[in-house]
């Protein structure tokens, strides 16, 4: 049977320009978009759900420099390297600056979570555990400048950023203002981590099945944040959490060797 190639293979690759904008289209699906986040953003979460958010998104924040990690350590490009770790030691800290863990971790008190409680990860719900490692072991077995383009959702970022800072101090004033330092802080790192993003993807993807597989990527990566909301929404705003029907103690698992 004489095989039929793909639509991809057939059609002309996108224009630079033509790509962005579908790059940038997919924000439409962006996590910011999800009921909880809208909830959180118009004033309606309670105490409870804004620290479940806090707590299992610190699942998150501590995996990211170890999904970084792995891309360098699959990165042969000395240059790109330069220029991509700088990711790390904005999560992990440097010199005088308490990265973007220790950020989290202060917006974590601010709304009433001890700093034990979060590294403990007694919060962390197995949705969201697993959407998070998905994301990690796809970084770690793939081509690193597909890696890369897994990140792009940092397209979207400064809007959810500026939201809580313009929100949050209005909807929740028991929240402590020191906690709002990571959002202020993002909003110019991921400004930046975009730009090499967008490079990366624009110089590698010229024929149309590159540029298919990385909206294909970015959707994944989008998957993986609306899930986790997903997995909290059913915790904290339906009550309904893993195991709900048998117990009422977070007996899910916290990660397995």
Same mark, same amino acid.
């Given at each position: ?11 002309e690759?996108?224009? =630079?320009?033509?790509? @962005? ?10 996590? $910011? ?10 004033? @309606? +979460?309670? =105490?409870? &759900?804004? @620290? !479940?958010?806090?707590?299992? %998104?610190?699942?998150y ?8 990690? +792995?891309l360098?350590?699959?990165c =042969? ?9 700088? %990711? ?9 600056? !308490?990265? !973007? $863990?220790?950020? #989290? /971790? ?11 409680? *979060? #590294?403990s990860?007694?919060?962390? /719900? =197995?949705?969201?555990r ?13 081509? #690193?400048?597909?890696?890369? $383009? ?9 809007e959810?950023?500026?939201?809580? /800072?313009?929100? #949050?101090?209005t909807?929740?004033p028991? $929240?402590?203002?020191a ?6 802080? @993002? ?9 090499? !993003? *967008?490079?990366?993807? /624009?110089?590698?993807?010229?024929? %149309?099945?590159?540029q ?6 970015? &959707? ?11 997995a ?8 309904r ?17």
């Amino acid at each position: 049977m004489t095989r039929i190639a793909s639509t991809s293979a057939q059609e002309e690759a996108m224009s =630079p320009p033509d790509f @962005r904008e579908a790059l940038m289209a997919k924000g439409a699906y962006y996590h $910011i978009h999800h009921p909880y986040q809208v909830d959180m953003a118009e004033g @309606r +979460a309670t =105490p409870e &759900q804004i @620290r !479940g958010w806090v707590a299992n %998104r610190f699942y998150y924040q501590i995996n990211i420099p170890q999904k970084d990690a +792995a891309l360098l350590a699959n990165c =042969p490009d000395a240059a790109f390297r330069r220029r991509w770790i700088q %990711r790390l030691l904005d999560h992990d800290g440097h010199d005088a600056d !308490g990265g !973007g $863990i220790e950020a #989290w /971790l202060t917006l974590g008190e601010a709304v009433g979570l001890s700093r034990d409680e *979060l #590294w403990s990860q007694e919060h962390v /719900l =197995p949705g969201v555990r697993f959407a998070v490692d998905a994301y990690v072991n796809f970084v770690r077995r793939a081509d #690193w400048r597909e890696a890369a $383009i897994s990140s792009l959702t940092e397209l979207f970022a400064p809007e959810a950023h500026r939201s809580r /800072l313009a929100t #949050w101090p209005t909807h929740y004033p028991w $929240i402590d203002a020191a906690g709002y330092g990571y959002f202020r802080k @993002r909003l110019t790192e991921a400004r930046r981590d975009v730009e090499h !993003g *967008l490079e990366v993807a /624009l110089a590698v993807c010229t024929t %149309r099945v590159a540029q298919d597989r990385a909206l294909e990527i970015l &959707q994944f990566k989008l998957d993986v944040l609306w899930s986790m909301l997903d997995a909290m929404t059913l915790a904290y705003q339906l009550g309904r959490p893993p195991y709900h029907t048998v117990t009422d103690q977070r007996v899910y698992h916290r990660g397995v060797s």
